[in-house]
């Protein structure tokens, strides 16, 4: 055994005879070579190790070689130090430091070495690597730099490789898909981020473009799923990423989140239609309330002017025309508020109070076999709105809920806060700005509806449950109520039941109702002299014939001209006009009569909706306005607010 060599004994100690000339060729070497003693310390360097780090031979001779490690780099090196010394070889990339106290990136090497006269040393050599960690540097910087760029951007950009797995996504698209990057790399799109129902097709057309079986669609649209499981539509513009050959290995693309964009056209195209649709029933209800005006004031006429005994045919069929003729109106009046051409008068109120109020009714107009519960919220929930109409609004969708429960059920009517967010206004698919609400909610216990009947579910149809019902035109009426006070709802439907949702702003501050107008003064001598004016003669005609049975003097006129020239030559104590007339509508005779200094007291009367008076005439809301069809009473009330009949 003590025949062997060191090498033999020990074969990772390389031997070397310095005296054999071995180690002046060290000086040919590029890299720094130290050779040290046991104790680290520096006993021959090459012309390399000189000149890397800035010590001559004579000056570094002697010293420990702890004199080219860094301060924070000590500890890593006492421990290879000693590993060394055991006998093993160590290579790792470091710092080291010249002598004027620059920090030198290197590859250091460290192995045992035994001289010829059997002295255990330690051979060093540093591979100088500033410049390939420069470009490593650099390269890095310009990766962040690029990713900087691709970050900032407001879509997300996606590179996929042939296959379809993801060799790059920014943060946008990490925000999109709710993951983080490194969730993202890696994967196969296709597989993890596509819908069951477009995955194949998707696939199939990635995979016909980057064969080149297809020419390059540079504009494309689909669904992708969120890490919530949410879906959203992305539209793509793509184009090829090739190699150095010109072949293509992959595809880029750039998507925007159309999702928000394609619901507010949605809804844009709805109002357009409902606009359209309101602008039409508008139409319709004017010439068709002027008829119901005819009918059910001739009929009245003949009630009041007639001899006619109580309960004789003849007065039963005149009460069946002006009790169909009511039922008409309410028609007509359901067209206007599905356009929104209703006249609301907005007031601030307690929707604890509405509910609560219209309980007792409800169980009334209801099936006995329909249970109503509610539960109303905590505080006052003031909201500003019409109140009748409101009231209108609650018991029509209690009446469309009565209907969807042929065998009985619940309706559960609930008001509540709310604070609504960008993500629950898109999910309801609302026409809102994120803020404080008063929620007011039914609920029924009926037969869920289809997504067909959800979809058309606010659109006039005979029935939102069953053909042949006449509650079909209630939720479009409630929907445009809703909407023309500034509201907006929504519905949905399942195995539980069908929930119609409501939304108004809630007030913050609690108003002080307005005080009312004074009553306006009864003038002239007994009766009064009235002048009615409208082109229509029939609806003149009865008006003057109703007028004239309640013991008033009537003039009548059938244009804004016409009765200019009777106020200029006769007295005139009330005004009762139409608002839109050929030549000189109702507004801008009452503007004319005010120039010449005769300001008359006035009933504006239309077969237009209320509120498309006020936006297409400028009639100011506050002034004293009559519906057409109305009653006797409601134009005798007006009439009796001005004129005193003795």
């Known amino acids: 055994m003590t025949g062997r060599t060191p090498e033999e004994q020990n074969p990772t100690v390389a031997r070397i005879d310095i005296e054999s000339g071995v180690l002046p060729l060290f ?16 006993t021959r360097v090459n012309r390399s190790f000189t000149e890397l780090f800035g010590y001559s031979a004579d000056e570094i001779r002697g010293r420990s070689i702890e004199i080219a490690v860094p301060d924070d780099l000590l500890e890593e090196y006492f421990s290879h130090k000693q590993n060394v010394l055991k006998g093993d070889r160590i290579g790792r990339e470091t710092l080291r430091v010249a002598r004027d106290g620059t920090l030198i990136d290197v590859v250091v090497r460290g192995l045992p070495i ?5 002295t255990r040393m330690i051979l060093v050599i540093y591979t100088d690597i500033r410049k390939r960690k420069e470009a490593e540097r650099n390269l890095l910087e310009e990766r962040d730099r690029a990713q900087r760029y691709l970050d900032t951007a407001a879509v997300m950009l996606l590179a996929l490789d042939s296959d379809g797995m993801i060799t790059l996504i920014n943060k946008k698209g990490c925000e999109i898909l709710g993951c983080p990057e490194d969730e993202i790399l890696g994967k196969n799109w296709f597989s ?11 696939k199939g057309f990635h995979k016909a473009m980057i064969s080149g079986e297809r020419e390059l669609v540079h504009h494309y649209n689909n669904k992708v799923i969120t890490s919530s499981g949410d879906e959203r539509r992305i539209s793509w513009h793509n184009t090829y990423f090739r190699d150095e050959s010109g072949t293509i290995i992959g595809s880029l693309s750039s998507g925007e989140d159309i999702t928000e964009k394609e619901l507010l056209e949605k ?40 001899d006619l005994a109580e309960g004789s045919q003849v007065s039963d069929r005149l009460n069946r025309i002006k009790e169909a003729a009511g039922k008409a109106a309410v028609l007509i009046d359901k067209l206007t508020s599905y356009g929104r051409q209703q006249l609301l008068r907005a007031t601030i109120f307690d929707l604890n109070e509405t509910v609560a109020g219209l309980e007792k009714l409800l169980r009334q107009t209801l099936r006995e076999d329909v249970e109503i519960t509610s539960s109303l919220a905590d505080t006052p929930a003031m909201i500003e709105v019409d109140p009748t109409h409101m009231e209108r609004v609650i018991l029509d969708l209690a009446i469309n809920a009565g209907e969807s429960m042929p065998s009985g059920g619940t309706l559960t009517i609930s008001v509540d806060f709310i604070e609504l967010d960008r993500e629950r206004i898109t999910s309801e698919h609302l026409i809102l700005e994120p803020d404080r609400y008063v ?14 009947d959800l979809s058309l579910i606010f659109e006039p149809r005979l029935s939102s449950r069953e053909v042949g019902r006449t509650s079909g035109y209630i939720l479009p009426s409630v929907f445009g109520y809703v909407k023309q006070s500034g509201g907006d709802m929504s519905v949905s439907s399942g195995p539980a039941g069908t ?37 229509d003669p029939e609806i003149r005609d009865m008006i003057a014939t109703i007028l004239v049975a309640l013991g008033y003097q009537v003039l009548a006129a059938d244009n804004g001209q016409a009765a200019l020239e009777i106020i200029d030559s006769e007295p005139v104590h009330l005004l009762i006009t139409d608002t839109i007339m050929p030549g000189m509508g109702g507004v801008e005779l009452v503007r004319q009569i005010a120039k010449q200094g ?36 409601a134009l005798t009330e007006l009439v009796q607010q001005f004129l005193q009949v003795t």
């Open 114 to 118: 035994e001289l010829g006269d059997g």
């Open 27 to 42: 000086d040919l070497l590029p890299d720094a070579i130290a050779i040290l003693d046991s104790d680290a310390v520096i």
């Open 267 to 306: 809804q844009l195209m709805d109002a357009r239609t409902i606009e359209s649709a309101g602008r039409l029933a508008g139409a319709v209800a004017h010439d068709f309330n002027n008829l119901l005006t005819v009918i059910s004031g001739t009929a009245e006429i003949l009630s009041l002017t007639g």
């Open 598 to 633: 005769q300001p008359v007291n006035t009933i504006f009367v239309s077969g237009y909706p209320g509120q498309e008076i006020i936006e297409r005439e400028g009639l100011d809301p506050d002034s004293v306005f009559l519906q057409k069809p109305f009653t006797v009473s």
């Open 439 to 452: 929620l007011l909610s039914l609920t029924d216990t009926g037969a869920p509806l289809s997504e067909e």
């Open 499 to 535: 929930t119609f949702r409501i939304y108004f702003i809630a007030q913050r501050v609690m108003v002080e109702p307005a005080a009312p107008d004074k009553e306006k003064t009864a003038t002239g001598t007994a009766g009064g002299t009235i002048l009615v004016v409208d082109d």
């Open 192 to 202: 993890r981020f596509l819908p069951e129902e477009e995955k194949e097709q998707v």
